[in-house]
């Protein structure tokens, strides 16, 4: 069918949008390469998929596929009222953390206010930003010589505030870089900030990194009521393919989000599996001490083939090759090993590497310097 444009009727805010590029999977570049076995180490998935009591659950659920799913989610709302010591009506449900970052946009972005993100933060934030019509405020990053390198600099996103602002958002640890801010700096920050400025701390990868410097955020809510902890269930816990994610905020800041938020938004499936992966904490430290060695063997075997790589309390590492990746990204498919060029990041010389397995690493690391050795 012949394609015909639209765009003329489109949002003009949705008409400039540029769509988020996902990770390449692994059944594309086989088909496309002609190969098999490959392993992707694009996305941060869990190597070690998901808590073995979450096929369990699934598999009793399977007798209900004809039902649609509880709109409210009462029970993985119970579940993770229990998990927080928060009541019910501070939590939203999303599909994916994605949807909590749509749903703040929808319910207080438009084209008179604005929203205040970091250079390199997750692309998300700009994407729904635009979605709205909103004003962007882009603060730069920390500079390339500095010890948290392209990290959030707090003290620009201050400065960055205004009367117009509505959204700050605020990744801990960041996506793509991995870096960190230290609870207590960030505490000073979001008590720094007016009343009209809602600040949302993204906290997807936040099960990877250490409590103690990290802090968690959901135990600020009663401090900061302009405060709002964006979690999901895709990472750490194993189920991205299942997309569940959620916010804890103040009970009207939860009124409005359930006010944009879609009817039966999180499956059957997704609901029960993400209650049951709650109560597995065992398989999250497990998954926390299997990172912890990854990211050591990733980082030693990046530096003695002369790889840069930020600081990073994710499940993955930004690999800086000083030269475009292009050529090296190839290489690296051509040998069945997918990574992330985050080149749509203003970080054309870089590649985001998630931690796998010790032997996906090891094949990563292999794979890497017989590329690097023919160019």
């Known amino acids: 069918m012949k394609a015909r444009d639209y765009l003329h009727l489109a949002n003009p805010a949705v008409s400039d949008l540029v769509p988020y590029t996902p990770g390449k999977p692994v059944e594309e570049l086989e088909r496309e390469l002609g190969i098999s076995d490959s392993i992707k180490l694009a ?14 659950a699934i598999q009793k659920t399977l007798d209900g596929l004809n039902l649609y799913p509880d709109a409210n989610g009462f029970y993985l709302k119970q579940a993770l009222s229990e998990h927080h010591d928060l009541p019910p009506d501070c939590i939203t449900l999303g599909n994916g953390s994605n949807d909590i970052l749509v749903f703040l946009a929808q319910a207080f972005l438009n084209p008179e206010v604005a929203a205040v993100y970091s250079q390199y933060a997750f692309a998300v934030y700009p994407i729904v930003t635009q979605m709205m019509g909103a004003k962007h405020q882009v603060v730069p990053a920390l500079p390339i010589d500095h010890p948290m390198a392209l990290g959030h600099d707090l003290r620009a996103m201050y400065a960055a505030v205004d009367d117009d602002t509505r959204l700050v958002f605020i990744a801990n640890p960041n996506n793509p870089t991995g870096t960190w801010l230290n609870q207590e700096r960030l505490i000073d920050f979001v008590g720094s900030l007016p009343p009209h400025v809602i600040c949302v701390i993204d906290e997807a990868y936040t099960e990877y990194g250490q409590t103690d410097v990290l802090g968690d955020a959901s135990t600020w809510l009663d401090r900061f009521p302009n405060l709002v902890v964006s979690r999901t269930f895709s990472k750490a816990y194993g189920l991205a393919a299942l997309r569940v994610g959620y916010a ?36 999250i ?3 926390r001490a299997m990172n912890e060695a990854g990211l050591a063997q990733l980082k030693e075997g990046l530096s003695a083939l002369g790889v840069d790589v930020s600081p990073s309390a994710a499940n993955f590492v930004l690999a800086h090759f000083g030269r475009p990746v292009d050529e090296i990204n190839r290489g690296l498919m051509k040998q069945g090993v997918i990574v992330r060029p985050v080149g749509n990041y203003g970080l054309d010389q870089s590649l985001r590497i998630t931690i796998g397995t010790p032997e996906q690493n090891t094949r990563l690391l292999n794979a890497l310097a017989s590329v690097l050795e023919k160019m």
């Open 43 to 56: 996305s941060n998935e869990n190597p070690l998929g998901a808590s073995p009591l979450v096929a369990e």
């Open 285 to 287: 430290e497990k998954s």
């Open 248 to 283: 804890l905020a103040n009970p009207g800041i939860t009124d409005l989000l359930n006010r944009v938020r879609p009817p039966f938004n999180v499956s059957v499936l997704g609901l029960e599996a993400a209650r049951v992966a709650l109560q597995d904490q065992a398989f």
